[in-house]
T-cell receptor, first 115, second 120 residues
Framework: AQKITQTQPGMFVQEKEAVTLDCTYD???????LFWYKQPSSGEMIFLIY??????QNATEGRYSLNFQKARKSANLVISASQLGDSAMYFC????????????FGTGTRLQVFP | EPEVTQTPSHQVTQMGQEVILRCVPI?????FYWYRQILGQKVEFLVS????????KSEIFDDQFSVERPDGSNFTLKIRSTKLEDSAMYFC??????????????????FGQGTRLTVV
């Protein structure tokens, strides 16, 4: 069965520091996609970054990078130079369905950035 | 920038009543989804829709739920007889590709801002 595990219910980081949010996944399918979404207190889901299972390089999007370690089945999100506006819930998600790309979400990590 | 729009943003309904949650996906997208998030919990897949039919549904999506694309722009989720446990945030999402073509390219699903459903 496919599963996403986020073991950190909450994280604190000081402004301008880097932070890593952990995500491990479980699937036997060789083809999958990994996503990170940000959910601020207003509730919307904001896409941050994507990593395909066949991608050779780690994905980067501005201050976000994904540390993809395929053998360990981990896809950690690294946020560099944290900002106060980064305070939010962060969800790791995976798509494995051959036909529909439904997303399977982890339980999330609440990140708090303090001055 | 194109976006997925959901209405209403918040709906309160009495137990046993029918509700319809509405979504306008991004216009050139072909794949549509509903997810729900019970307060404080993770986001759960409900159903996916492609080519005017359900392509996949979860065990949550029982006979009380239905989806429809009544015209070229709207995508609706109907709950026939609401229960207290249906109280959640419901997200609509759309993407322009999926499945076996997707694992080589980002198939970002764009989410709407959500509809908070409260069943009393």
């Amino acid at each position: 069965a496919q599963k996403i595990t986020q073991t950190q219910p909450g994280m604190f980081v000081q402004e301008k520091e880097a932070v890593t949010l952990d995500c491990t996944y479980d699937t036997s399918d060789p083809s999958y996609g990994l996503f990170w979404y940000k959910q601020p207190s207003s509730g919307e889901m904001i896409f941050l970054i994507y990593q395909g299972s066949y991608d050779q390089q780690n994905a980067t999007e501005g201050r976000y990078s994904l540390n993809f370690q395929k053998a360990r089945k981990s896809a950690n999100l690294v946020i560099s130079a944290s900002q106060l506006g980064d305070s939010a819930m962060y969800f790791c998600a995976m798509s494995v369905s051959y036909n529909t790309d439904k997303l399977i979400f982890g339980t999330g990590t609440r990140l708090q950035v303090f001055p | 920038e194109p976006e997925v729009t959901q209405t209403p943003s918040h709906q309160v309904t009495q137990m046993g009543q029918e509700v319809i949650l509405r979504c306008v996906p991004i216009s050139n997208h072909l794949y549509f989804y509903w997810y729900r998030q019970i307060l404080g919990q993770k986001v759960e897949f409900l159903v996916s829709f492609y080519n005017n039919e359900i392509s996949e549904k979860s065990e949550i999506f029982d006979d009380q739920f239905s989806v429809e694309r009544p015209d070229g722009s709207n995508f609706t989720l109907k709950i026939r007889s609401t229960k207290l446990e249906d109280s959640a945030m419901y997200f609509c999402a759309s993407s322009n590709r999926a499945g076996r073509f997707s694992f080589f390219e980002n198939t970002e699903a764009f989410f709407g801002q959500g509809t908070r459903l409260t069943v009393v």
